[in-house]
Nanobody
Framework: QVQLVESGGGLVQAGGSLRLSCAAS????????MAWFRQDTGKGREFVAA????????YYADFVKGRFTVSKDSAKDTVYLQMNNLKPEDTAVYYC????????????????WGQGTQVTVSS
């Protein structure tokens, strides 16, 4: 089992920045990719960004390219999502997820999930 705990959400004005953190524990050696998803009220959970746990390859949804950056600190077993130039449409609960399979943007491929952290962007 892998446990994931997110932190760093909050309320920010449009154009502002936030950094989310996701600390992993347990059988972290089984992780291939770590990802961030988000879900707004009444909408489905959508892929935001992911990073390879061992080699750090990153990939992003088109709507966040150039604004969000995913990174990791292997010594701390922690993944980050730096979010800049936030927009009201970025408002959602952001979830961290882990998968033992490579290269997936599909939530069904992710076996482990955090509890989520709320990000609210005011206009």
């Amino acid at each position: 089992q892998v446990q994931l705990v997110e932190s760093g959400g909050g309320l920010v004005q449009a154009g502002g920045s936030l950094r989310l953190s996701c600390a992993a524990s347990g059988r972290t050696f089984s992780i291939y990719d770590m990802a961030w998803f988000r879900q707004d009220t009444g909408k489905g959970r959508e892929f935001v960004a992911a990073i390879g746990w061992s080699f750090g390859r990153t990939y992003y949804a088109d709507f966040v390219k150039g604004r969000f950056t995913v990174s990791k600190d292997s010594a701390k077993d922690t993944v980050y999502l730096q979010m800049n130039n936030l927009k009201p449409e970025d408002t959602a609960v952001y979830y961290c997820a882990a998968t033992p399979r490579p290269g997936s943007r599909q939530k069904v491929e992710y076996d482990y999930w955090g509890q989520g952290t709320q990000v609210t962007v005011s206009s």
